[in-house]
């Protein structure tokens, strides 16, 4: 039982090109959730998932997509990346979107853009 | 409209003494309230919750939050701290249903020291 887990875990890239964040989990959760953390300001939401086959904008989506591929997996996309994307990017995910379901949280990726 | 306000960015503490760490929220409705723990490198970790049943609440690893509505806060602590508390704290609020709504304060980074 790995929880949720990302890939992958650094990544640099520069400006203009594009990437493909990975999430996955095995605790059967129908919620996903993709955050970004900023020194100083907390993590934001940039997308969720309530269910599979549906998506939705979070606090700060400019820039970004998703997709849900299925039940376990979460995948966000970088089109055309910036130096203001530059951030620790995380992956949650719970068993119902209901805030009094814990959140589970992935291990983080680290993108650089340069 | 909610947010969160976490007192103090860094709080050093010996191994041993109390832990206090202080959260003041503000929403327009009845909120529930969260502390997490990110230990380095790693992701987020639900300590505690609170949503509207007992004021006091006790959470994992000997930490506990009391909810004063009075004072709109929900302050964690300790009453012992251990090395292995070493850790960045974040309060979250939600003043609606949904974990979409979740917003984090800016954390506090605990440091405990021999």
């Known amino acids: 039982n790995a929880g949720v887990t990302q890939t992958p875990k650094f990544q640099v890239l520069k400006t203009g090109q594009s990437m493909t964040l990975q999430c996955a989990q095995d605790?059967?959760?129908?919620?996903m959730y993709w955050y970004r953390q900023d020194p100083g300001m907390g993590l934001r939401l940039i997308y969720y998932?309530?269910?599979?086959?549906?998506?939705d904008k979070g606090e700060v989506p400019n820039g970004y997509n998703v997709s849900r591929l299925n039940k376990r997996e979460f995948s966000l996309r970088l089109e055309s990346a910036a130096p203001s994307q530059t951030s620790v990017y995380f992956c949650?995910?719970?068993?119902?979107?209901?805030?009094?379901?814990?959140?589970?949280f992935g291990p983080g990726t680290r993108l650089t853009v340069t | 409209a909610q947010s969160v306000t976490q007192l103090g960015s860094h709080v050093s503490v010996s191994e041993g003494a109390l832990v206090l760490l202080r959260c003041n929220y503000s929403?327009?409705?009845?909120?529930?309230l969260f502390w997490y723990v990110q230990y380095p490198n790693q992701g987020l970790q639900l300590l505690l919750k609170?949503?509207?049943?007992?004021?006091l609440v006790k959470g994992i690893n000997g930490f506990e939050a009391e909810f004063k509505k009075s004072e709109t806060s929900f302050h964690l602590t300790k009453p012992s701290a251990h090395m292995s508390d070493a850790a960045e704290y974040f309060c979250?609020?939600?003043?609606?249903?949904?974990?979409?709504?979740?917003?984090f304060g800016t954390g506090t980074r605990l440091q405990v020291t021999l």
């Open positions: 949650a995910s719970s068993e119902d979107l209901a805030v009094l379901y814990e959140q589970y």
């Open positions: 605790m059967n959760h129908n919620s």
């Open positions: 998932s309530a269910s599979e086959g549906t998506t």
């Open positions: 929403s327009s409705v009845p909120p529930y």
């Open positions: 609170y949503t509207s049943a007992a004021t």
């Open positions: 979250a609020v939600s003043g609606g249903g949904t974990a979409s709504k979740l917003t």
